[in-house]
DNA sequence: GAGGTCATTGTGAGCGCTAACAATTCATGC
DNA sequence: GCATGAATTGTTAGCGCTCACAATGACCTC
């Protein structure tokens, strides 16, 4: 038996062994018309036998296309967050890039600028953003870079190329709904003031009220935690019985603190008082009651955003700066509808 | 103005700029020591003008060092494997390493086989694998890479190194912590059959039991969704009053449908049943009521497994196969105690 | 002032690959 | 039989960088 090599063999040991010129072997690799198919044969055989791969780098340098993408994402333990990351990553791949990521505890011009200097050392075509706070994309904005840089949550009007949930659509249609379950208006637990999504989320709440001649009533803000909402469930009992009948929660885990605080409180959920979330979490369906909620398509938002980064890093980018709008959808249940899904809209 | 530069300036423009070869350009940027101050400034100043930035292509192909890493996992979106993740990404950018990820929706040997491929394509120099489920690393141990691998949440006793928080302790705490409120029997809703973390939590609540020199009760099983708790719960209300007044419930999500199970039944908690999860979702403390549950300090398998794979890398590979295990830490709510955390106890 | 040492800088080669072009082979038509 | 062109294969030149080594010059030592 042969020494183990030291090296990975190279396109030259391969051409070696077929009997054919190391360019012979590329043009194999590359899935070049003119090789004889026997010749093909041979190559991909010695290809086999030597277990040979490519070496990326090499291509790289040459090429000067690494085929890697970057994404700049913060609160990747957060369901949204991760299921940005979960489609971009999907997506990329099916193009054939790998995916670096880069996860950050805060968003802020530093951190930012650091995460694209560290993407862009190690040599990414292009960086998907998952920006939804506003100072983020203010960050952005100022920032440069070598690179095109595509956001994901920053909202609609902004002067970065983006993709994003329709998110005062899905307010309105969550609000809308409790609107037509007779509520005579409703409230709204809204979340940080900095981020893009809560501010549209509260545009689209604040919109459908205004469309059907309710003054809204006053607004709370959380910070998406269970906690806040918990805080936040505490004021709203104080207003049962006050005009209060229904809420709308800028997210599920705001609306599980909701929930929590107005059991305690002795006020039944949706008899006296509905509540809707935004974000369908897994869990959402069996809170207590299953949680009405919008449910958005991670997945979509995941393939246009690489689609869209793709296109900008062939040089296809299209005149003005494209804003992506996907559609949301609502899901009803209990906790805004006593019939809605039978007893606690459980499977049996 | 000068007319914008087609190609990024190469260290050769840099040298020129500033008056010296290449090579000096090369040892300013390595922080060599033998270059003069002067002329290491006239040199950073060259660099920052032009706003240069070595190619790393280049640098991997001769250094033959990418410094990229790569990550296998599944089930992104859930805390767990989204937490570690995370903690992974983090160490390793303290390490000066870029991470790829690939988000499996499915561990199989051809979902890791093509993962692994994928990753390798790309240049990376070891694989951080998340891989909970026994299958997974099987196929692991099957499988032939150009680089070195490390998983995590494979559990102990398994060829191939690896980082784990210690399951069996967790359990252990857990099932303990319930004896000593002073339950006859410990019921245990599991995870999936193929999870080794199933499997641990599982040994670890029996071992407790019958240390305790308690007849462990049958086992429940579950697929870590809140449904299938869900479907446990309804199942474990009907053996109240027979003798089931404690659950160890392998993670929250599984507890979350527990507990509603149990509602609906009218059985309380934890009066009636107490119940105990594993995880610490940012949740669990608002579930009604807050769950006791075994914390995971995901941050230190991140930092472990990090420092092993380099290990592995560099070749300082120590003799045997390392397994590294990290201890979790019980938290204690009022879904085991009604008096844990005072208002939060029971709905009133 | 010859020889030696050290710090500093430059030169040349080559990492493994692709692109451009050159060379060879082969079939075809007259 | 030979020109013609297409198909196939080989040759050469970098991509931008680091490494090994050579060269230069400043500074000592005796």
């Known amino acids: 038996m042969a020494p183990a090599q030291l090296r990975p063999p190279t396109m030259a040991d391969v051409a070696r062994r077929a009997g054919v010129s190391h360019q012979t072997v590329s043009r194999v690799l590359g899935d070049h018309p003119n090789v004889r198919d026997e010749t093909r044969a041979r190559v991909l055989r010695a290809i086999e036998e030597m277990g040979y791969r490519r070496n990326s780098s090499a291509r790289a340098l040459v090429t000067r296309r690494t085929r890697t993408l970057g994404v700049v994402a913060s609160d990747t333990t957060l369901y949204g967050p991760a ?3 979960f489609a971009l990553e999907e997506a990329a791949r ?9 996860s950050l505890r805060r968003l802020t011009v530093d951190t930012l600028s650091e995460a694209l200097d560290h993407l862009g050392g190690g040599g990414v075509e292009g960086v998907v953003a998952i920006a939804p706070q506003r100072s983020a994309v203010e960050a952005l904005a100022e920032l440069r870079h070598r690179f095109p840089v595509v956001t994901v949550g920053s909202g609609p009007g902004v ?8 998110q005062q659509l899905g307010a309105r249609l969550a609000t809308g709904h409790l609107l037509a379950a007779g509520h005579r208006t409703v409230w709204h637990l809204a979340g940080p003031e900095d981020w893009q999504e809560a501010a549209d989320r ?3 709440w604040r919109a459908t009220l205004e469309a059907a001649g309710v003054e809204p009533p006053m607004t709370l803000r959380g910070d998406w935690s269970p906690l806040s909402g918990y805080r936040a469930g505490q004021e709203l009992a104080g207003w049962v019985g006050r005009g209060l009948t229904a809420v709308f929660v800028a997210n599920d885990q705001m609306a599980l603190g909701v929930l929590r605080a107005l059991r305690e409180a002795g006020v039944r959920t949706p008899q006296d008082v509905a509540v809707a979330g935004f974000d369908d979490i897994p869990e959402s ?6 949680l009405t909620t919008v449910r958005q398509d991670f997945s979509a938002v995941g393939k246009r955003s690489i689609a869209l980064l793709l296109d900008m890093i062939e040089g296809r980018e ?6 992506i709008a996907i559609e949301p959808q609502l899901v ?3 906790s805004t509808f006593p019939y809605a899904s039978g007893q606690g809209a459980a499977p049996t």
């Open 332 to 334: 009803v249940r209990a």
């Open 83 to 85: 299921s940005t990351l």
């Open 202 to 204: 509260a545009a689209g």
């Open 159 to 166: 002067g970065i190329p983006g993709v994003n949930v329709d």
């Open 318 to 323: 299209p005149a003005g700066v494209p804003r």
């Open 94 to 102: 099916a193009e054939g890039y790998l995916v670096s990521t880069v």
């Open 285 to 290: 369906e069996f809170f207590a009651p299953p």
